[in-house]
């Protein structure tokens, strides 16, 4: 009699249990899926991003081709400065050669009225001859005399020597080589002419980048005595493989 009086009680609590379960059930479920979409939608995204970020910041250097990354054609200019040079032995030496035959060195008593055999078929209709005449008119002395040669001979040396090393820092082409390791340099020569010499990536460091002159790039290369110089009026075709390479601080020591 008891068991009959409980069963429907016992029946409720089962069907009570029973639903409560499934409705647990039905919960988990949608919570995993849910953890599940939002794993996927989150691992979708991830790689696309750390793709940009890498594109953003590397760069694969090793290509398959010569690469020009910077050229800048200017052969006329420099062939002018070296003729330039050349104009300036040819008049620092008839200057030099103008003083020795026209000042007037100190001549003894005993000598005073004997000429000075240096003087002898010289023409005088030269500007710049009367001009040095009337100087050692009233400087006199073989020491002024060669004083004045030799800074003649020093000014016009200096000035040749410049004006043919100057173009040697002068960059005409910048090469990355296949494979990313090595660079060819083509820096012009007197006269308009060029020279060409190949060096590892590793060797070569720039003073400052691209934004940090407003004329030049100066380029140090491993071995090399003095910077060579890239003008910012040139082009560089691939800015971001520039900056890379070429555009890279680097420490070496000589």
Same mark, same amino acid.
């Given at each position: 009699?008891?068991? #009959? ?5 016992? $029946?409720? *609590? ?8 499934? =409705? ?14 939002? !794993? $996927?939608?989150? *691992? ?21 081709? @010569?690469?020009?990354? +910077? ?13 330039? &040079?050349? %104009? !300036?032995?040819?008049?620092? /030496?008839?200057? %030099? ?15 005073? &009225? ?6 002898? &078929?010289?023409?005088? @209709?030269?500007?710049?001859?009367? #001009? ?23 000014? &016009? ?16 082409? /910048? ?11 083509? =820096? ?5 002419? =060029? ?12 003073? !400052?980048? $691209?934004?940090?002159?407003?004329? !030049? ?10 910077? +060579? /110089?890239? @003008? ?10 520039? @900056?890379? =390479?070429?555009?890279?601080? #680097?420490?070496?020591?000589?």
């Amino acid at each position: 009699m008891a068991s #009959r009086l409980l069963s429907p009680f016992t $029946r409720g *609590s089962l069907v009570q249990r029973m639903l409560c379960s499934q =409705t647990l059930h039905v919960f988990r479920y949608r919570q995993t899926s849910l953890q599940r979409i939002n !794993q $996927r939608t989150v *691992s979708s995204w991830l790689p696309n991003k750390t793709h940009c970020h890498t594109r953003q910041y590397q760069t694969d250097t090793n290509i398959t081709k @010569d690469v020009t990354l +910077y050229h800048y054609d200017r052969p006329g200019y420099y062939r002018r400065l070296g003729l330039f &040079g050349l %104009a !300036q032995v040819v008049f620092w /030496v008839y200057l %030099a050669h103008l003083t020795y035959t026209t000042w007037k060195p100190e001549v003894p008593k005993e000598n005073r &009225g004997q000429k000075d055999p240096a003087m002898e &078929g010289v023409q005088r @209709d030269s500007f710049l001859r009367r #001009r040095l005449e009337n100087m050692s008119g009233y400087v006199t002395g073989t020491k002024w005399r060669n004083t004045i040669i030799s800074i003649c001979l020093i000014a &016009g040396s200096a000035i040749t020597i410049l004006c043919f090393v100057f173009p040697l820092r002068a960059v005409n082409r /910048v090469i990355l080589q296949r494979g990313g390791q090595d660079v060819r340099f083509l =820096t012009y020569a007197p006269f308009g002419m =060029t020279r060409a010499f190949t060096v590892p990536l590793a060797h070569v460091s720039a003073a !400052q980048g $691209r934004a940090g002159t407003p004329s !030049q790039i100066p380029v140090k290369v491993k071995g090399h005595r003095f910077f +060579y /110089v890239l @003008d910012k009026q040139g082009k560089i075709s691939n800015t971001r493989l520039f @900056d890379f =390479t070429i555009g890279v601080s #680097r420490s070496f020591q000589d």
